[in-house]
């Protein structure tokens, strides 16, 4: 029987969610844990393949910062792991573990213990709507980047290609990163299919996969 592997990106997945799932709490881990599942069964539906089709659902995420660091404007010491998002970060990872069919996968993520400057600051900065001295904790953010989380993805593309243990792929994800792995994957006779949620994508990207398909609702 045909079997399909949704393969998803959970920082892109997580960002696009407050968009397109507006109406959904984004602060609720069983949620959006259930979201993950039923955007699965939705893109089944669309191709016309049973549920039983789905071989599994593979999250790649990073756990939460949970280090204590000093805010930069005023000094004062917070600690990361008593954050609300820290506590979504565990609570999703928990519920994502329950769902049948998923399979998490969990990256690094590394911090240089030092802070930026948030984007929008960057933006109101350069328009000087916000001025330098006007600068808050509030306009900063943890230095800190995912690792090893593209790498997964390459890694299990490449097993289910070599291993023929399905004959579709589904990539919910927003970036270039995966087209090394998608072309191995094209070149092994598997549909690569592409979901990103909605997001405009660069034009060349269509030559490195077979099909672009978002099952979730179009945001305005």
């Keep these: 029987m045909s079997s399909t592997a949704i393969?998803?990106?959970?920082?892109?997945?997580?960002?696009?969610?407050?968009?397109?799932?507006?109406?959904?709490?984004?602060?609720?881990a069983r949620t959006v844990a259930k979201t993950v599942f039923g955007?699965?069964?939705?893109?089944?539906?669309?191709?016309?393949?049973?549920?039983?089709?789905?071989?599994?659902?593979?999250?790649?995420?990073?756990?939460?910062?949970?280090?204590v660091l000093v805010k930069p404007i005023s000094g004062e010491s917070i600690d990361f792991s008593r954050t609300a998002a820290a506590s979504f970060r565990r609570d999703l990872h928990d519920q994502l573990r329950r769902?049948?069919?998923?399979?998490?996968?969990?990256?690094?993520?590394?911090?240089?213990?030092?802070?930026?400057?948030?984007?929008?600051?960057y933006q109101q900065l350069r328009d000087e709507s916000l001025y330098w001295d006007e600068l808050g904790?509030?306009?900063?953010?943890?230095?800190?980047?995912?690792?090893?989380?593209?790498?997964?993805?390459?890694i299990d593309i490449a097993a289910l290609a070599y291993k023929k243990q399905?004959?579709?792929?589904?990539?919910?994800?927003?970036?270039?990163?995966?087209?090394?792995?998608?072309?191995?994957?094209?070149?092994?006779?598997?549909?690569?299919?592409l979901d990103p949620m909605w997001q405009g994508i660069a034009p060349d990207l269509h030559e490195h996969i077979d099909g672009l398909q978002s099952v979730c609702p179009r945001p305005f």
């Design 7 to 28: 393969l998803v990106d959970g920082a892109f997945f997580l960002a696009r969610y407050r968009k397109v799932w507006a109406d959904r709490d984004a602060n609720d």
């Design 99 to 121: 769902q049948r069919k998923m399979a998490l996968r969990l990256g690094r993520l590394a911090d240089r213990g030092e802070w930026k400057l948030r984007h929008q600051a």
């Design 166 to 193: 399905v004959d579709q792929i589904i990539l919910v994800a927003g970036d270039a990163d995966f087209i090394p792995a998608a072309k191995l994957a094209r070149y092994e006779g598997i549909d690569f299919i």
């Design 137 to 154: 904790d509030e306009h900063f953010e943890p230095d800190m980047r995912q690792t090893q989380v593209d790498m997964k993805i390459g």
């Design 39 to 67: 955007m699965a069964l939705e893109h089944l539906k669309a191709l016309d393949r049973p549920r039983e089709a789905l071989y599994r659902i593979f999250f790649y995420d990073c756990p939460p910062l949970e280090k």
